[in-house]
């Protein structure tokens, strides 16, 4: 791109920012480090400028000074995500959305935050007054509400809630558009799906109206099992228990548990682990159902003592993955979708099927009221090509791949853009500024 930084920093000049080169490498990463395939595509990718607005006012300053200049903006959130969503491929501004986390208003069910708003704060935020988020990321410390809506999919509370993407699971977006004159625009109802999970592209998010869910005492617990599918079909009757109240059921096939190094003395080597976080009312019925399936309940934490110790959330979804690479950099993941099936066996047959070389790890969720088994899989990576031949060997059999090994949005779990994104793109980023590069359909307009 052809702009000039010292005018751009001339117009920013009541606006935090950063120039430093060392903060600008790290403020253009994310983890799409956990794929041994992204990271050379992505290495050396850098903006020029991080910005970091404190309120809409700023951002639509942002927003209008690189319509007019046409430079490329990657917004950004925690920059956690997974697929490289948050690194500029084409350089230009890194819009820092962190400091613009203020709570609007807070009501019983339903909250209005700014879209910088750092999940578990929120969540906190909401058990003030007997409510809570109604599903989280396990990256929920660090990662932003307008990060997960634009990068994100679902994860602690799913069992329950569904998807992020679900109808309902979110009221409201207002987002501003990159044009000369930005506009502000108010989705809301279904016209939210215009810009859920569209990886930045689809204008910047400055604030969200959620629904919330009411606040449980929530106990964390681990139960094993010799047998990997016994803890499987005990995590999908768990989930199927509707009279239970759950927001986490996590089973993990050995040799998973003995990457968790904190957690040695609960699961003996060999053993399969299913983790569980379940409201205390229900808990009295979760020794029936173990014993039903051949389980030992190992741990168990109560809600009094939530915060304190042991944090199981940190070890499951993408969490997972974090640990065992910890241990073995050759690991890398998958991120499957099993067709509903009571007796789960596409599960036991892949389970079956790739031995060690793919480690089953599943997350139970709801999908349209089904319980249904989504795999994070650890992989021992050897090569892209293999890597690719496991993938589609999964998709031959029927089950979904989401595949985390491509910055593409099309390539990965979406297969592709929805019309109604890509109208409402056409829209609010009539010149393709907006995180270029990460679609197929769009091409890359700003001027070199
Ligand atoms: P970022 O990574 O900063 O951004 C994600 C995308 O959103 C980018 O494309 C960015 O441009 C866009 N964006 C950010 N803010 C805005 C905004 N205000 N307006 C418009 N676009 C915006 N994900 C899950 O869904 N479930 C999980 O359980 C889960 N577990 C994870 C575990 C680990 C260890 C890791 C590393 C990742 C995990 N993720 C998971 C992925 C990621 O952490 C979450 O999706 C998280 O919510 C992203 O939030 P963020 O603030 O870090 O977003």
Known sequence: TTFNLDTLTA???????ITDTAQIAKLSQDYHTFSPVLVPKLAGKVGDIVVRPANEAEVIKVAATCAKHRIPVTVRGAGT?????CVPLHGGVILDMTKMNEVLWLKPAVVRVEAGVKLAALDKKAREIGWEIRMAPSTYRTATL???IAGGSGGIGSIQYGLLGDRGNIIGLRVVTLEEEPQIIELRGDDVQKVNHAWGINGIITQVELPLAPAYPWAEVIVTFDDFMEAAKFGYALGNA?????????VFASPIPEYFQALQQYISPGKQAVFLIIAEPSLEFLPGLVQQYGGEITYQKLAQDTGKGINLAEFTWNHTTLHARTVDTSITYLQSLFPPDSQLQLVEQMYHHFGDEV?????????RGAVIACGLQLVRYTTEARLNEIIQYHEAQGIAIANPHTYIIEDGGRKVIDPEQLKFKEMVDPYGLMNPGKSKVLEFKVSQ
């Open 146 to 148: 307008g990060g997960f």
């Open 81 to 85: 995500g997974n697929y490289g969503q």
């Open 242 to 250: 509707d009279g239970m109240m759950k927001k986490l059921i996590t």
């Open 11 to 17: 117009a920013f000049a009541d606006i935090e920012i």
């Open 359 to 367: 480690i089953m790890h599943l997350e139970f969720f709801r999908v």
